[in-house]
């Protein structure tokens, strides 16, 4: 991890991680290659979706919490597969209590199972109820600015632009939209679906993100672990690049050695 990383933490509500790169558990063959295809993407922050996993050994299974012990990882129990706030609400809550009262959830709520798209309507319904009942939400959303200022001013401690649909690898599709919302933010702006290699990591921190989150770019590359040492080294990369400033772009050749002063 670069030396800057620790001069330049991400602070999500309360907490505070080095790495801004956020993986999910599904997807992958089995659960060894989750925790190497984690250890090497360096996630410090790990979702994973509370209808769909293994939590307490169930019929002789191993455990997710036996691979990513909440000691070393902090696990982001995430409501996909919802279609309402209702259902959403339900599932957090569910969270909750099998994390023994950990707060931090993401929040998701699709429109349909084609798209995958966010039902924003539902998605802001839910955030308020979530939000009174003590969470700290995250909330994945469209790329509109408007609906990321209304979940920041309903109290969500990260909104979370999809940069296109959920497995699609398509990257960055609107970016003119993603630097409208980093550049309102108040909380941080992490991408959610939509990367598929190195490269659209890298843009997305480049354009002032403050992380990304990613499962299917790694879990689905022909070599997941290869994939999540890429994904690491872009992420911090693009942040980098971001903090460092880079130079403006002209039309035209700009000598980077000047020709004043020269001798004859």
């Not at 307490?56 to 409501?79: C, H, K, V, W, Y």
Request: net charge neutral.
């Amino acid at each position: 991890m670069s030396a800057l990383a620790h001069e330049d933490p991400l602070r999500i509500g309360k907490r505070q991680f080095h790495s801004r790169l956020l993986t999910g558990t599904g997807k992958f063959k089995d659960l060894t290659e989750t925790r190497l295809a984690t250890e090497a993407a360096g996630s410090e922050i790990v979702t994973f979706a509370v209808r769909r996993t293994n939590f307490r050994n169930e019929a002789g299974q191993p455990s997710l919490l036996d691979i990513l012990p909440t000691e070393r990882f902090t696990l982001l129990p995430n409501t996909a597969g919802c279609y309402d706030a209702t259902e959403a609400v339900r599932t957090c809550l569910l969270a909750r209590e099998l994390l023994d009262g950990h707060n931090l959830v993401k929040l998701e709520v699709l429109g349909d199972e084609r798209t995958l798209f966010p039902n924003v309507i539902e998605t802001l319904k839910a955030a308020t109820q979530l939000v009174a009942e003590g969470f700290e939400v995250m909330a994945y959303t469209s790329d509109d600015p408007v609906v990321a200022r209304q979940l920041q001013e309903l109290g969500c401690v990260a909104v979370m632009p999809l940069a296109a649909p959920i497995g699609s690898g398509l990257g960055v599709q609107n970016r003119f939209t993603l630097m409208d919302i980093v550049e309102n933010a108040k909380v941080p702006i992490i991408v959610d679906a939509g990367v598929g290699t190195a490269s659209d990591a890298a843009l997305a921190m480049e354009l002032g993100c403050d992380g990304v989150l990613m499962n299917s770019a790694i879990a689905g590359a022909k070599h997941p672990v290869l994939m999540a040492r890429a994904m690491r080294a872009a992420v911090q990369a693009g942040r980098d690049a971001y903090r460092a400033g880079r130079i403006p772009r002209r039309r035209h050749a700009s000598a980077t050695s000047p020709l004043d002063g020269l001798v004859g």
